[in-house]
Nanobody, 125 residues
Framework: QVQLVESGGGLVQAGGSLRLSCAASGLTFSRYAMGWFRQAPGKEREFVTAITRSGSSTFYADSVEGRFTISRDNAKITVYLQMNSLKPEDTAVYYC??????????????????WGKGTLVTVSS
């Protein structure tokens, strides 16, 4: 059974940093591209960032480019999201997701095969 378990969420002041982790099990981690999505209250779930199987390429939403960094450790079967210069509009539940057939461009929810349950990030102003 595939499990993706996020951790590291919490309350932080604007301008602060958080590091999210996503531990995977039940899948051959190195065969999957990994991504982070987020869903704010009353809004659709949106793409944040993704990383290829080897970690050689990364993709970012315009809203987080330059502030967030995705990385992965295939030996530890974990993907990370370093979030710096956080803004109140970054407040959301952050979801980790895995894709066996990642798109060339335009990451969307339908491209992902497995999802975690999410971790809440709250940024206060």
């Amino acid at each position: 059974q595939v499990q993706l378990v996020e951790s590291g969420g919490g309350l932080v002041q604007a301008g602060g940093s958080l590091r999210l982790s996503c531990a995977a099990s039940g899948l051959t981690f190195s065969r999957y591209a990994m991504g982070w999505f987020r869903q704010a209250p009353g809004k659709e779930r949106e793409f944040v960032t993704a990383i290829t199987r080897s970690g050689s390429s990364t993709f970012y939403a315009d809203s987080v480019e330059g502030r967030f960094t995705i990385s992965r450790d295939n030996a530890k079967i974990t993907v990370y999201l370093q979030m710096n210069s956080l803004k109140p509009e970054d407040t959301a539940v952050y979801y980790c997701a895995a894709s066996i057939r990642p798109p060339a461009t335009g990451w969307g929810r339908n491209d992902m095969d497995y999802w975690g349950k999410g971790t809440l990030v709250t940024v206060s102003s």
